[in-house]
């Protein structure tokens, strides 16, 4: 019989509740996360323990048939990706956030200045919207440092609690989306796995409408 493969985050903001939602629905995973991959004792699954970003690729590619992640990261990544079920937690904003000194007024005063980000096509996606023209820098972590080393005159990144802002000096200015974590699936999916996922999903949503 074949297994359902899920994908979550290795470590990082989304793994602790991605591994919690994944206890709630039943699902006990037998090896702890020095493994990348671990079997369900009770239930046809395996997870996958990977990188954010290389998750929608692999959806995409059908190496994994679903994955919890961060809606923000299939924006940027994976647009032909479906989300099956929204999951209420890891909620955050992608943002534009500049230096507390510096004036905005709107986007429009980024023209020809340089954005430090980990989105660089979501950037481009609102630049465009709006029709300014800026200079990105892609950086793959510790975005809000760059306008402290002269690197940048602004960043785009995820905000949660805003507290990486305030250490670096930076004010939020503009939202260019909201995120929270969800459950994704991979577009080449058999009968068999589809079967599973229905499972799994139904069980998602008893385990959602209990936490509310
Ligand atoms: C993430 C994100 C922000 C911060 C937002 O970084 O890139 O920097 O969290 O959270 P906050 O508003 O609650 O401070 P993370 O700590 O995951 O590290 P990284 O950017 O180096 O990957
Ligand atoms: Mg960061």
Redesign the pocket.
Known sequence: MSKLRIAVQKS??LNEDSMRILKDIGISIDNGKDQLKASARNFPVEVFYLRNGDIPQYLKDGVVDAAIIGENVLIEKGNDITVVEKLGFST?RVCIAVPKSAEYSSINDLEGKRIAT?YPNTVKMYLDENGVKANLHII?????IAPNIGLADAIC???????????NNLKEVDTILKSEAVLAVSPVLSEEKQAILDKIQFRIQSVLKGRQ
Not at 140 to 144: L, Q
Not at 157 to 167: C, E, M, N, R
């Open positions: 990082g903001r955050c980990s793959n972590g510790s975005v809000e990144d995820i905000v949660s609690s805003g507290s990486t802002l305030f250490k």
